[in-house]
């Protein structure tokens, strides 16, 4: 049963815990043959669409021990335990006073923080079983990352309010208040660079070190609403800091952003989440929900209203792989969320209604899923 059985969770997570970044060994995990790709599917989903997938591993990289949580319209945030024998055991779960369009973890793996549609952020201790609220908007808050800087350590969260917000998790009121151009729709925040996504397609750029503040604002190259972004690393350096981002829209179209480059080849836009055929001359065209980047490889993942998950290459530009979906139109789900696990072995992803049909395409009778894939070979980027 789904419970916050937290004093076992607590000790089976090994909270405080630290390890230096080894080479893992690949997370054997089971197929099913329900799922068009063989994927393994987890128990005990969430019953309403999932609005955040996000993996930590407590024990660092190298670590065996992996931990996931889903955030979800029903009100929920769950955590499942990924064993290394390719199990997948749900841990615990709590019930919020209203939908939890995002969640992310601490650093250390001891806590999460939710962002809700009760205009609030909470904190749940996993070691005392309590939710704290520790931040507050006049609107939605839409999204949240744990900050770890040398100086300070933040919650940001970004909201319908037109704000974005800096809170130190011990007062009621937010360090610093950002104002944005308009709705927070998407962000992404890597010490020192924070981006974020809002209506009207604005990008603006925030520099998180020192006392944050706004850098720049981004012409964005997409002509329709974003709908999310993924900030990508420099694999380059030994120091492996925040090197660009991508952004994906309802256009079925990403644009990579280069952060520090005067060569305007650096930034290109590319389709995805297309359909391969046309009807009477026309194609269909399917909103982006979400990217994520491999931890190791530097490639990426999309994800689409389409029901498929795509990997791409952005330095060569090519696409690594594209997955199946359901033979039965009536069958096919959008895929809402993703994330790869520290390791990079596992893929993750959520499939469950976006409403970018509207209600009449609505089917009660497909509950939400989430998947995990084993992606590490595929994800490995071409040979020049």
Not at 85 to 112: F, H, R, Y
């Amino acid at each position: 049963m789904f419970g916050a059985q937290v004093p076992s969770f607590q000790s089976n997570i090994g909270f405080g815990s630290t390890g230096t970044f080894a080479s893992p060994q690949p997370t054997p995990l089971p197929t099913v043959t329900s799922n068009p790709n063989k994927d393994l599917e987890i128990p005990q989903p969430p019953d309403d669409t999932v609005t955040a997938l996000r993996f930590i591993s407590p024990g660092g990289m190298g670590s065996q021990l992996n931990y996931m949580l889903a955030s979800s319209w029903d009100q929920t945030v769950r955590i499942w335990e990924l064993q290394s024998t390719g199990n997948c055991v749900p841990k615990a779960m709590q019930k919020l006073d209203a939908p939890v369009l995002s969640a992310c973890w601490s650093d250390d793996g001891t806590k999460i923080f939710t962002a809700g549609c009760d205009k609030t952020s909470r904190m749940w201790d996993l070691t005392s079983n309590q939710m704290i609220q520790v931040a507050q908007h006049d609107a939605p808050i839409k999204t949240i990352h744990y900050i770890k800087a040398p100086n300070y350590t933040s919650l940001l969260t970004g909201s319908w309010d037109k704000t974005l917000k800096l809170w130190d998790m011990r007062s009621p009121n937010p360090m610093l208040t950002l104002q944005l151009p308009e709705r927070c729709y998407c962000a992404d925040a890597v010490y020192p660079v924070a981006v974020v996504g809002t209506a009207n397609r604005n990008i603006v750029l925030f520099s998180l070190e020192g006392t944050p503040r706004e850098v720049r604002k981004v012409e964005c190259t997409l002509k329709y609403q974003l709908r999310t972004v993924s900030i990508f690393y420099d694999k380059t350096s030994s120091l492996n800091p925040p090197a660009g981002f991508a952004i994906g829209s309802i256009e079925g179209r990403v644009s990579i952003n280069v952060l520090n480059t005067n060569l305007p080849k650096d930034n290109f836009t590319f389709k995805c989440h297309r359909s391969t055929e046309t009807v009477n001359g026309v194609q269909e065209i399917y909103p982006v929900n979400d990217i994520s980047f491999h931890p190791i490889h530097n490639t990426l993942a999309t994800v689409g209203s389409d029901g498929r998950y795509n990997f791409w290459d952005k330095d060569s530009r090519t696409k690594l792989k594209s997955s199946e979906i359901a033979s039965t139109p009536s069958e096919v789900m959008p895929i809402t969320c993703c994330a790869f696990n520290p390791s990079g072995h596992i893929f993750a992803y959520s499939t469950g209604y976006d409403w970018s049909k509207g209600h009449e395409f609505n089917r009660p009778d497909k509950k939400p899923a989430i998947y995990m894939h084993p992606a590490f070979e595929e994800l490995k980027p071409r040979k020049k």
